[in-house]
């Protein structure tokens, strides 16, 4: 991808530049506790960002996000419509937990072997099951929520180890992808190397209320470039 070298706009993102150099190249960083989240909150806390799930970026015009190799990148959070959707796929579609609560936590690449699959027709996303649409986006929607969080990222690519029970990361390398293309988000849904992440349960067997941890656009740490224009090796 060639194009005009990727600078830093002011002193901040000197600074931010700067700080993951140093980062790369400081050693291991331990960490506190056991979630998978956790590599990237302590990459924000040596940065200096506050962890949030706010639908802007971490960092002036900079979104940061970490990769261990495997689990997919979480792009943002986004519901569908119609409202109370996701519940009715908890009601309807949804299998017991180990503590017997109905659960519907389902990763959609594409088409899955639970009968639902991913279609792109009038405008809109759909999340489909039996040819019935149970849960939708509009293009336009998907687009403002994607650009605005994701126009310019920081990836920065790390491994957890373990140490006489400790855990620890160590940062390895960071790419800066510049210049977001919403075009081709649309296409990674249509073609299934981008998946909508479902994570809802009851909160209680049989109760009528519903834990929704939120519905993710998700992608793997290889195909992250195919949605920008630029991409640059910073460390």
Do not use: Y
Not at 107 to 118: M, N
Not at 128 to 147: F, I
């Amino acid at each position: 991808m060639v194009g005009v070298a990727i600078q830093p706009r002011n002193s901040a993102e000197r600074m931010l530049f700067a700080e993951l150099r140093e980062i790369c190249g400081s050693g291991t960083w331990e960490m506190h506790n056991g979630g998978t989240g956790q590599p990237g909150t302590v990459l924000e806390h040596l940065l200096g960002i506050d962890t949030n799930n706010v639908d802007l970026p971490d960092f002036q015009r900079w979104e940061v996000k970490f990769h261990g190799g495997t689990a997919p990148i979480t792009l943002f959070h986004k519901e569908g419509e119609p409202k109370g959707s996701v519940g009715s796929l908890v009601k309807d579609h949804g299998w017991l937990d180990v503590k017997g609560r109905l659960s519907f936590r389902h990763t959609i690449w594409g088409e899955t072997s639970r009968g639902f699959k991913i279609v792109d027709e009038d405008n809109r996303i759909q999340v489909v099951h039996q040819n019935v649409a149970r849960v939708s986006w509009s293009h336009d929607a998907l687009v403002v929520a994607a650009s605005a969080k994701l126009r310019n990222t920081v990836l920065v690519a790390g491994k957890v180890t373990r140490r006489q029970g400790k855990r620890f990361v160590v940062f390895r390398d960071v790419k800066l992808l510049a210049d977001f293309k919403p075009s081709e988000f649309i296409a990674g849904l249509r073609e299934g190397w981008l998946a909508i992440d479902f994570d809802a349960r009851e909160q209680s067997p049989g109760s009528r209320g519903f834990r929704n941890h939120g519905t993710k656009f998700r992608v793997k740490h290889q195909d992250m470039a195919k949605l920008f224009d630029r991409v640059e090796d910073l460390v």
